[in-house]
């Protein structure tokens, strides 16, 4: 992605390169002329390559997963970004416009006066153009900055762990994952991402498998949710292909069965797209009757039978 500049700092770039313009000529009056027709020139072209490289170079937000746009929906609003883009490729035209109008009458002219005027003129019209566009620059910086703190997701087949904190769902990505899972800030919150992989070799391929843990999102009511982590929330339901909703029979993690099961209704209807494997966790401590898959992550009890039922599910 280019460097994108506010309307003051594209402006102040475009003079300080028309300071190092230099012609040289033996004739002092063409000297001058040309000089001031170099200056206007390289301060127009100055500004319009970089608008062009800023819209040109942005990566086409139609292209980017769902999963990301919802990201820079959460901040600024695709729209609003959408628009910004379009502002400043006018601008671009328009700036190109004023330069190649007047571009004509300095060349004709012999009068030093008469050239600077229009010199001045240039610039200020040029100038007024560049800081209109002023706050859509902005709009498209902000976007920059969000983009760069992408978390590192991967378009593979998602696996988004849920349930009530202290359940065991950050050991559950431990012992799923091959790797150490790997934490990322989202952009927009303070919360965190943990991603992890499971890797399936079947004969000479290799599946990969992506497991994210939401702490802060996914373990709570959506009453307790502010309007920035409910959207997050409808960010996470473009990746998970499946959910695995941990429940603690122990009661040891703090909230009650009735409490977890209700949470579990709430995820069942905020991801009606994903298909839900449910596990009782911390099996090695107490088993219910009921007919969700017990697992343990102290003993390893389920896992293996946890990770077929992920790959049978892919
Ligand atoms: N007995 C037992 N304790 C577990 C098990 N899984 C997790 N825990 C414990 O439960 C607590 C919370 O686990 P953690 O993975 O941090 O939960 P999270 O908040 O849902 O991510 C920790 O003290 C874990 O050691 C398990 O299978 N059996
Ligand atoms: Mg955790």
Not at 66 to 95: H, M, N
Not at 154 to 169: C, L, R
Request: charged share 25%.
């Amino acid at each position: 992605m280019p460097l994108v500049l506010s309307a003051e700092e594209i402006l102040n770039k475009a003079f300080r390169k028309t300071n190092k313009v230099q012609i040289i000529d033996r004739n002092a009056l063409y000297k001058k002329k040309k000089t001031i027709i170099a200056k206007t020139e390289s301060f127009s072209d100055t500004i319009v390559s970089s608008l062009e490289q800023y819209v040109k170079n942005f990566p086409s937000i139609n292209n980017l997963p769902p999963f990301y746009q919802e990201l820079i929906d959460i901040k600024i609003s695709v729209g609003q970004l959408k628009k910004a883009l379009g502002a400043v490729d006018w601008a671009r035209k328009t700036c190109q416009m004023i330069y190649s109008k007047q571009s004509k009458s300095l060349r004709k002219s012999r009068k030093i006066d008469f050239l600077l005027s229009k010199q001045q003129e240039i610039y200020g019209r040029i100038s007024s153009v560049i800081k209109q566009i002023d706050k859509e620059l902005v709009v498209i910086i902000d976007a920059q900055k969000i983009m760069k703190k992408f978390p590192d997701i991967s378009d593979i087949p998602t696996v988004v762990i849920a349930g009530y904190p202290n359940v065991g769902k950050s050991s559950l990505l431990r012992c799923l994952s091959s790797a150490k899972p790997k934490i990322a800030q989202y952009p927009f919150t303070t919360k965190e991402i943990s991603v992890g992989h499971i890797e399936r070799k079947e004969r000479h391929i290799t599946n990969r498998y992506q497991i994210i843990d939401t702490p802060g999102l996914l373990d709570r009511p959506i009453s307790k949710k502010n309007d920035i982590e409910r959207q997050a929330v409808a960010a996470l339901t473009h990746l998970a292909d499946i959910i695995i909703f941990v429940i603690d029979p122990t009661e040891t993690c703090g909230y009650t069965l009735i409490d977890q099961m209700h949470l579990l209704s709430q995820v069942k209807k905020m991801f009606i797209d994903s298909y839900f494997i449910i596990v009782e966790n911390k099996a090695d401590f107490k088993k219910t009757g009921s007919k969700y898959l017990k697992v343990s992550c102290e003993s390893g009890e389920g896992i293996e039978i946890l990770i077929e039922k992920i790959y049978s599910n892919f």
